[in-house]
């Protein structure tokens, strides 16, 4: 198979192509030109082709890995997800996931802080702060650090502003009810409902 042409890519940065004399298209990164030896009217052996193949679908899969990173940050094991959407075996997967995390695109602590600042800013309390850590993979082992980002004052403040945009003075008991499921299913405990209940006026009786 002989190269008919390699030139630079005009849309990414570092990558090359190489076009084949079946008029396939190989995109491949420096790393690929350098290590095959790569020029325009090169013949490449069959065994020489499959492994450029091969790393060539490997450098795609890196190159597509880092743009969705840059794009939108991701848990190890939603990246995992994607990159079998891609076509990746388990031991690219594994091995495109640690090159991520050691070019630091790939960062769970930090995007588990994350997760946690943009929920709790929209109102929403610890349990279903969790259900969310969990839902984007996130490792369990991060979730106590990342949580105690929230101050109990910052969840006290959103509890009560919650109730008086709800409530906008009621204290009709249905009112307050209604209120109230609606606090414990953006994740709130009772014991943060019932203290912001007396904060608004509200008698709570344990049971």
């Known amino acids: 198979m002989v190269?008919?042409?390699?030139?630079?890519?005009?849309?990414?940065?570092?990558?090359?192509?190489?076009?084949?004399?079946?008029?396939?298209?190989?995109?491949?990164?420096?790393?690929?030109?350098?290590?095959?030896?790569?020029?325009?009217?090169?013949e490449l052996s069959e065994e020489e082709t499959e492994r450029l193949q091969d790393a060539a679908h490997r450098s795609g899969l890196k190159s597509k890995a880092i743009e969705l990173l840059m794009r939108k940050p991701q848990s190890r094991k939603e990246l995992g997800r994607k990159l079998r959407e891609w076509e990746a075996t388990d031991e690219e997967?594994?091995?495109?996931?640690?090159?991520?995390?050691?070019?630091?695109?790939?960062?769970?602590?930090?995007?588990?802080?994350?997760?946690?600042?943009?929920?709790?800013?929209?109102?929403?309390?610890e349990r279903k702060i969790r259900d969310e850590l969990y839902r984007r993979g996130v490792p369990r082992e991060l979730w106590n650090e990342a949580l105690s980002q929230i101050e109990e004052e910052d969840n006290a403040a959103a509890i009560d502003t919650f109730l008086e945009k709800k409530l906008?003075?009621?204290?009709?008991?249905?009112?307050?009810?209604?209120?109230?499921?609606?606090?414990?299913?953006?994740?709130y405990r009772w014991p943060e409902i019932s203290d912001a209940l007396r904060r608004y006026g509200m008698e709570v009786w344990e049971d």
Do not use: Q, T
């Open 93 to 125: 997967i594994e091995a495109i996931c640690d090159r991520m995390e050691e070019l630091g695109y790939l960062n769970e602590p930090e995007y588990a802080g994350r997760i946690v600042r943009h929920y709790a800013a929209k109102g929403f309390g």
């Open 3 to 42: 190269i008919e042409e390699l030139k630079p890519s005009r849309h990414v940065e570092g990558r090359w192509l190489a076009v084949l004399e079946d008029g396939s298209i190989l995109r491949v990164g420096e790393g690929e030109v350098v290590e095959f030896a790569l020029y325009a009217g090169k």
């Open 168 to 187: 906008k003075g009621s204290h009709d008991p249905k009112d307050v009810k209604r209120a109230s499921d609606a606090l414990a299913r953006r994740g």
